[in-house]
């Protein structure tokens, strides 16, 4: 399968703009998850073995293997209810914010073949949250569900840094029933301001107000958890992760895109995130800080840069409990993470590694 995309699909997909593949990927998961009896087929082939299988249970969820699909793919819940068919063991959908809006100026996402990365500027381009409840009240619930779905929050870009509160929370209302769990996302770079988020004072009143939110729903109370940029200082990631003891908050996702740019891309011009195998080392380095400021106990959500067994056991060994992907799938395919979910029974199976 992985020949084939590599050798036949790829080469039709990057002929065409960046977005226009990834809304057609979208359109074609979208179709394979309306295909019921074909998802349990491909769900079947893509999954692993009872010997292999060795579920992830984290926040009292069961993960059918560590392998997820990153915030970014699905904005608008359409294409997730397939996620399970490629193997992937959890997936997130979003950001979602609580107004609509189209996001910035296109064109805004960026392949670099080389280098396997992306740059993009999306600026959080979706629905609105009360769409996305919408679509998900008609879709599989939870209890009912292949996989664990998270939803992930941002700011809406016409709401000011100073209620952005009241616009994370106007969405938790909305999209709270529908998640597994659910992520905080102030991380973006392509939403201006948004990053300043991340600093101490405006972030403990964010998460202070959602974390009671959370709590007011009792027994419905949902796993919450922090996405941070791979740009922040040690002295920022401690100050965060203090915040996030102070709330009680049950996990952190390292890493979001990077504004750095590392080797050749610094003689590149556009504006907007990098992920994909420049970002690897960064954020492998800040869920091992993560992992050893807080003695293991905060369950760490590893993104940025896994695209082979290698990257994702790396994350794994760094202290990650889960490992999500997106860039990626740009270059290897569909089935990425079928392949990453049976590499990493295999070594677990073998005892290599921790």
């Not at 080389?114 to 999306?122: G, K, L, S, T």
């Not at 209302?173 to 659910?182: F, K, N, Q, S, T």
């Not at 009671?212 to 796993?223: D, K």
């Not at 992992?291 to 590893?302: K, Q, Y």
Request: some cysteine; overall charge positive; aromatic content about 6%.
């Amino acid at each position: 399968m992985g020949n084939f995309y590599r050798q036949v699909v790829k080469p039709l997909l990057f002929r065409l703009d960046a977005e226009q593949a990834h809304e057609l990927g979208v359109d074609a998961l979208a179709l394979l998850g309306r295909l019921g009896p074909v998802c349990r087929l491909l769900e079947a082939w893509n999954g692993l073995s009872p010997a292999q299988h060795r579920p992830v249970r984290v926040w009292g969820l069961d993960f059918p293997n560590a392998i997820g699909l990153a915030a970014g793919f699905d904005k608008n819940a359409r294409a997730w209810p397939a996620a399970a068919a490629l193997g992937f063991g959890h997936v997130e959908i979003g950001t979602v914010t609580a107004l609509a809006q189209p996001g910035n100026p296109t064109p805004r996402l960026f392949r670099y073949s080389e280098e396997c990365a992306v740059i993009n500027r999306m600026g959080f381009n979706n629905a609105g949250s009360d769409a996305v409840a919408a679509r998900l009240a008609g879709q599989p619930g939870i209890g009912h569900r292949r996989i664990p779905l998270g939803i992930n929050l941002g700011k809406s870009k016409v709401t000011p840094n100073e209620e952005a509160a009241r616009d994370y929370l106007e969405s938790f209302g909305r999209l709270a029933d529908h998640a597994d769990y659910v992520v905080v996302n102030v991380s973006s770079p392509n939403t201006p301001g948004l990053r300043s988020l991340q600093d101490e004072r405006p972030l403990r009143e964010l998460l202070g107000a959602l974390s009671a939110a959370n709590r007011a729903r009792g027994p419905e109370r949902r796993p919450l958890l922090l996405k941070i940029a791979p740009d922040l200082g040690w002295a920022q990631i401690d100050a965060v992760l203090g915040v996030i003891a102070e709330f009680g908050l049950d996990g952190i996702i390292a890493t979001n895109t990077t504004l750095a740019r590392p080797g050749s891309f610094a003689e590149v011009g556009q504006a907007g995130g990098l992920s994909g195998a420049p970002l690897r080392r960064r954020s492998t380095a800040v869920v091992a800080y993560i992992a050893r400021m807080t003695g293991g106990r905060l369950p760490i959500v590893a993104a940025g840069g896994v695209s082979d067994p290698e990257g994702a056991a790396e994350k794994l060994d760094a202290g990650a409990s889960l490992v999500q992907v997106y860039t990626g799938l740009i270059y290897e395919g569909p089935f990425l993470a079928a392949r990453l979910a049976r590499a990493l029974a295999e070594r677990q199976r073998t005892g290599v590694g921790r």
